[in-house]
């Protein structure tokens, strides 16, 4: 359970700020995903980086920015949020995202757009 | 395209009886298969997964799911639920021969009643 670690857990924010959530992994892993779980729906890949290099952006709205300094950590910038937006965002990483191994989960931070 | 349906929204079992929690796929290619619980305020934690060989294959807390191919299924079973097994439950497909997307269901809740 401490292998992900995720930054704020709760978040609540206006429409017009800017904010950023935090995402650490101390198993040694090489990619590093960020996720969007609403209620009833499927989660939903957002951004992939692998070995530090963004491999995946699933048409995400450019008001969610991410970034990767190091294999160990990933950001995901926020701005003009809008309310659909409220959703529990979940950090996973894997060994590298071209491999079959599991990924490994963060417990995620819940925001609330307002 | 890649898929994943889990049909059950809701699964209700009495403590001590056997559990079943549906999953079926779509994939183009090779399917990588995963299950994943997660519990009220955390994130998912893997339980098992099929990349090849036997059909039956075992993870933790005692849960174990069946490979099936000609029914593109890979349902989650356990032989005697405990009701620390209530938890929201996820199906996720990987193509084996393209892609590094994880394609994930909906989820199932599964309660277990004492």
């Known amino acids: 359970e401490t292998g992900v670690t995720q930054t704020p857990r709760h978040l609540v924010m206006g429409m017009t700020n800017k904010k950023s959530l935090k995402c650490e992994q101390h198993?040694?892993?090489?990619?590093m995903y960020w996720y969007k779980q609403s209620a009833k729906k499927p989660l939903e890949l957002m951004f992939v980086?692998?070995?530090?290099?963004?491999?995946e952006n699933n048409s995400v709205p450019s008001r969610f920015s991410p970034e990767c300094p190091n294999s160990s950590h990933l950001f995901l910038h926020l701005h003009t949020l809008q309310p659909e937006d409220s959703a529990l965002y979940l950090c996973?990483?894997?060994?590298?995202?071209?491999?079959?191994?599991?990924?490994?989960f963060g417990p995620g931070t819940r925001l609330t757009v307002l | 395209a890649q898929s994943v349906a889990q049909p059950e929204d809701q699964v209700n079992v009495a403590e001590g009886n056997p559990l079943t929690v549906k999953c079926t796929y779509s994939v183009s290619g090779n399917p990588y298969l995963f299950w994943y619980v997660q519990y009220p305020n955390r994130g998912l934690q893997f339980l098992l997964k099929y990349i090849t060989g036997d059909n039956l294959v075992k993870g933790s807390y005692g849960f174990e799911a069946e490979f099936n191919k000609s029914q593109t299924s890979f349902h989650l079973k356990k032989p005697s639920a405990l009701v620390s097994d209530s938890a929201l439950y996820f199906c996720a497909v990987r193509d084996g021969d393209r892609g590094n997307q994880f394609y994930f269901g909906t989820g199932t809740s599964l309660t277990v009643i004492p």
């Open positions: 996973a990483s894997s060994q590298d995202s071209r491999s079959y191994n599991e990924q490994f």
């Open positions: 980086y692998n070995f530090k290099e963004q491999t």
């Open positions: 198993l040694g892993h090489n990619a």
